[in-house]
């Protein structure tokens, strides 16, 4: 029997964009969850410092998933003062949901495969499942704990939930060539960007002309 289950997928989110939203959605749809929690990371401790405020990041997902069941933004991260450390997200969402539901982690494919560089890693499991989101054919070469690490915890998708934490299932998303990175250098380069992210939030970047002097 499957238990209720809570989806959070993390990121800067410099700037959201449809492949954040899809992937989202189809791990919504996929696993059955009742709603996926868009987190957006104050300072990454693997990634350099996004170059837009959190507050600017933020707003666009408010606005990206405005109207759309099964999507919220939580913030916690923005709140807490230093790094963004993806284990204490989840101890305190585990405190917070009780031992009953299933938290299910969302991660990319290249995040998985330098998951072992992550603060406490070996952690992450005792506070929830992990769903990674990988692009076919799905092949990952993985550094040899990782792929120890895989073989011990991985389960088919459809047994995901059938408990709260402690399990990685891979999932295969249909392709959807976009990044935040190409994104931005194309905002910059004056690029129409139009139907790589949601309307709300072109026109939001556009009114606060964010990303036009990065290069």
Same mark, same amino acid.
């Given at each position: 029997?499957?238990?209720?289950?809570?989806?959070?997928?993390?990121?800067?989110?410099?700037? /959201?964009?449809?492949?954040?939203?899809?992937?989202? !959605?189809?791990? $919504?749809?996929?696993?059955?969850?009742?709603?996926? @929690? %868009?987190?957006?990371?104050?300072?990454?401790?693997?990634?350099?410092?996004?170059? /837009?405020?959190?507050?600017?990041?933020?707003?666009?997902?408010? &606005?990206?998933? *405005?109207?759309? *069941?099964?999507?919220?933004?939580?913030? @916690?991260?923005?709140?807490? #003062?230093?790094?963004?450390?993806?284990?204490?997200?989840?101890?305190? %969402?585990?405190? *917070?949901?009780?031992? +009953?539901?299933?938290? /299910?982690?969302?991660?990319?494919?290249?995040?998985?495969?330098?998951?072992? $560089?992550?603060?406490?890693?070996?952690?992450? !499991?005792?506070?929830?499942?992990?769903?990674? &989101?990988?692009?076919?054919?799905?092949?990952?070469? &993985?550094?040899?704990?990782?792929?120890?690490? &895989?073989? *011990?915890?991985?389960?088919?998708?459809?047994?995901?939930? @059938?408990?709260?934490?402690?399990?990685?299932?891979?999932?295969?998303?249909?392709?959807? +060539?976009?990044?935040?990175?190409?994104?931005?250098?194309?905002?910059?380069?004056?690029?129409?960007?139009?139907?790589? %992210?949601?309307?709300?939030?072109?026109?939001?970047?556009? #009114?606060?002309? !964010?990303?036009?002097?990065?290069?």
């Amino acid at each position: 029997m499957n238990h209720p289950a809570v989806g959070v997928l993390g990121g800067t989110f410099n700037p /959201v964009h449809v492949g954040h939203l899809r992937g989202a !959605l189809d791990c $919504r749809d996929m696993l059955g969850l009742s709603t996926v @929690r %868009l987190m957006p990371a104050s300072l990454p401790p693997l990634k350099a410092t996004p170059g /837009v405020s959190a507050t600017h990041r933020a707003k666009m997902l408010d &606005l990206a998933v *405005e109207g759309t *069941e099964g999507l919220s933004v939580d913030r @916690r991260e923005l709140d807490r #003062e230093g790094l963004s450390y993806t284990v204490d997200t989840l101890r305190e %969402l585990r405190r *917070e949901l009780g031992v +009953d539901v299933a938290i /299910v982690f969302i991660m990319g494919a290249d995040s998985l495969q330098r998951l072992n $560089r992550w603060h406490d890693w070996l952690a992450l !499991l005792g506070f929830a499942n992990i769903a990674v &989101l990988s692009r076919p054919p799905g092949d990952l070469q &993985l550094p040899g704990e990782l792929q120890s690490w &895989l073989a *011990e915890h991985e389960v088919p998708p459809s047994q995901l939930l @059938r408990q709260t934490q402690g399990a990685v299932s891979r999932l295969v998303q249909p392709g959807l +060539d976009v990044s935040s990175s190409a994104l931005r250098l194309g905002i910059a380069g004056g690029r129409n960007v139009s139907y790589l %992210l949601p309307e709300g939030v072109l026109e939001y970047i556009n #009114e606060q002309g !964010l990303y036009r002097s990065m290069k």
